[in-house]
């Protein structure tokens, strides 16, 4: 049927389809940044009890756009390590709009250590435009601060979970993220660069950001597809902000299992399979055979599951 | 002020740095640049940037000196006039520094696959096999064992002119294996990086290549191996954000630029003047990010050092040329070699290895 029209109504129905599938991942990409989505204090707020914020680098700073603290989860105490976005003008810029200094990633650390210590498992949440690129932050070392918290993590001896809620946006998001689980909501995104970015680079223009977007298809389905995480977790219909509660709940089964999973693990090949799990990402071409591509096919026009 | 970055950089640069900056500049956007000229003119007619000299490769952008290609090769890719360091291919930076005849490359059959099926303004495909085509290599990272000054090394080197120098899942792969060739035998790792970031047209798995790369340095730092960074001309984004920021020993060459996010964006998010040496090495080493500034003709020499200091002394040199043995991994290997190099000479005189 297709093959029998004319040329260009075939090329039309192509660009419908891919137009369709452009406007499907920018959804993603506004739903992820939706002012009213829930940041990682809603979360903390309803996933565990007993909760105490935990401040400060203990080297004089405490980072607004990280957020930190201790709680009783389900009959464990755990750790949260996450980013905070503002909700209205004021504390978005007290919170930097969530993107963290170098500070931030130092007290990241620190939490991690004393969670490591105390054995208390660790649940990172991950939702940020990206690292802050300012002046202060280069000079205070912010690549090295986002290495060395990736580095930290990989060698923790208690149960990590990442978990992306939001905005995964480059190295800032992943540098709380190299864990034993990585869980992502349903509509987030998780990326290398914002689509702004990608397309004022690539297109020279800022407005192609939505072909961007299509292009490198951040959405949680691509990421799963692509091995990067282990579980979509759904949020309520319309998206987790229509209802904080249910998407919470959604969220605390989802870590619950994560963190019995991993807790049936042995604890001292922890580490290793950590490592061997970030060890074995990527997709690549061996003496022209594919490495790494897992069993189900990419729908390469980003087409949505039917 | 012309909001252009641009021109601003132009202007606030200082006359040494200049030149480093136009190339930083073509650092940042090097996959876009042909483009520009190219393609896109003709689809998108908007403002034009600034018109910017384009200098021959070989002519020295601070000083304007040219040079003839074995000229510039016989000094290193120093201008003899200004000392401005030009950019080294990954093959010729092996060359400059690895023992003649004693690099063996590993994991060459390495080529990048298309998993996103990404198309920009030209497909990923094109862009690979043209930076195949111009640079003769793989992808942006070599690696290989080595004697560099002759001691034994793993030695990985990026080359910018592959796609910015860009790490994608090939990079990331290479790069881990070489790092656990290193941890295997126990001979210290080297990487000479030069890079715009992780691959955009990989994107997330261009991304998890940074906590790949670090997972590999874990395991490395476990097995009491040392590792040695030298950050080129450029080294940013999610390269120096991962495996290139956790060298135990840290050394850049002069003027490079070290950033995690490139000046335009960080001139742009954050509307002030960025200052002249923003993110360059001198000014990473005034805040401590780095432990040295080490002119080319003297980094060989200074990597020899360090190597030699990891090994408390006592590691023997290799023949150049020679096969390397391939002893238990970490310090089991290094207890080893510390054992048969004290046939040669007093075992005590350097304190051993830890």
């Known amino acids: 049927m297709n093959s029998r029209l004319p040329t260009p109504f075939r090329g039309l129905r192509r660009r419908l389809a891919e137009r369709a599938a452009e406007s499907d991942i ?88 004393l969670a490591d210590r105390l054995g208390f498992p660790i649940v990172t949440m991950i939702d940020t435009p990206g690292a802050y690129p300012g002046v202060e932050a280069e000079q205070g070392g912010q690549a090295a601060a986002i290495a060395q918290s990736m580095l930290a993590m990989t060698r923790l001896r208690v149960p990590t979970v990442a978990c992306v809620i939001g905005e995964g946006g480059s190295g800032g998001a992943l540098a709380i993220g190299v864990a034993d ?60 902000h229509k209802d904080v509660d249910r998407a919470a709940r959604l969220l605390g089964d989802a870590i619950g299992q994560a963190l019995d999973s991993i807790e049936a693990e042995p604890v001292e090949q922890r580490r290793a399979l950590r490592r061997a799990k970030f060890r074995r990402m990527g997709v690549w071409l061996e003496d022209g055979v594919l490495v790494g591509e897992k069993e189900h096919d990419l729908d390469p026009a980003g087409l949505p599951a039917e | 002020m012309p909001a252009n970055s641009d021109h601003l950089e132009s202007r606030t640069a200082p006359q040494r740095f200049s030149g480093a900056r136009r190339a930083c500049r073509v650092a940042r956007d090097e996959e876009t640049e042909d483009i520009q000229v190219e393609v896109e003119r003709e689809e ?49 930076r092996v060359e400059q520094l690895a023992d003649p005849g004693s690099f063996r490359p590993l ?112 395991l490395l730092q476990e097995s009491g191996v040392p590792y040695v960074s030298v950050l080129a001309h450029p080294t940013t984004g999610g390269v120096i954000a991962s495996f290139a920021a956790l060298g135990d020993f840290v050394v850049s060459e002069p003027g490079a630029l070290l950033s995690f996010a490139g000046p335009r964006v960080v001139q742009e998010t954050t509307r002030e003047t960025l200052p002249a040496d923003f993110g360059r090495a001198e000014s990473s080493f005034e805040h401590g990010l780095i432990d040295a500034v080490v002119k080319r003709d003297e980094l060989k020499p200074k990597l020899g050092q360090i190597l030699r200091l990891c090994a408390g002394g006592t590691l023997v040199p290799m023949e150049p040329g020679g096969e390397i043995a391939a002893p238990p991994p970490g310090i089991v290997a290094r207890v080893l070699r510390f054992l048969r190099s004290s046939q040669h000479g007093d075992p005590h005189t350097n304190g051993g290895p830890a």
Request: net charge negative; with cysteine.
């Open chain 1, 181 to 240: 689980r990585v869980l992502m909501l349903e509509h987030s995104i998780y990326s290398v660069i914002s689509p702004e970015g990608c397309a004022t680079i690539l297109w020279r223009d800022v407005n192609q950001r939505r072909k961007a977007a299509a292009a490198f298809k951040p959405t949680a389905r691509f990421s799963y597809e692509l091995g990067v995480v282990d579980t979509v977790v759904a949020e309520p219909s319309g998206g987790a």
């Open chain 2, 44 to 92: 998108t007619p908007r403002e034009q940037p600034p018109a910017r000299e384009k200098l021959h490769p070989n002519t020295c952008p601070v000083c304007k000196s040219h040079y003839r290609e074995d000229e510039l090769r016989a000094v290193l890719r120093v201008c003899t006039v200004c000392g401005h360091h030009f950019p080294v291919g990954a093959e010729e």
């Open chain 2, 107 to 218: 994991a060459e059959g390495l080529r990048s696959a298309d998993p996103l099926a990404f198309t920009d303004l030209r497909p990923y495909t094109e862009r690979l096999s043209e930076a195949e085509v111009a640079t003769g290599l793989g992808d942006a990272l070599i690696a290989g064992t080595a004697t560099i000054a002759g001691m034994p090394c793993v030695l990985c080197t990026m080359d910018f002119s592959f796609m910015g120098g860009s790490m994608g899942s090939v990079v990331g792969e290479i790069f881990t294996r070489a790092s656990d060739v290193a941890a295997e035998r126990g001979i210290p790792l080297v990487s000479v990086t030069s890079s715009g970031g992780a691959r955009m047209q990989e994107n997330i798995l261009a991304l998890m290549q940074m906590a790949k790369t670090v997972c590999a340095v874990d």
């Open chain 1, 26 to 113: 920018w959804e993603a990409v506004e739903l992820a940044r939706h002012d009213s989505r829930p940041y990682t204090l809603d979360y903390a707020d309803r996933l565990v009890d007993d909760w105490i914020e935990l401040h400060g680098d203990r080297a004089g700073t405490d980072d607004h756009a990280i957020v930190s603290g201790v709680g009783s989860f389900r009959g464990r105490t755990i750790a949260i390590v996450g980013h905070q976005k503002g909700r209205d003008l004021k504390e978005r810029a007290f919170r930097n709009f969530g993107m963290a200094q170098p500070q931030g990633y130092a007290k990241a650390r620190r939490v991690f250590a």
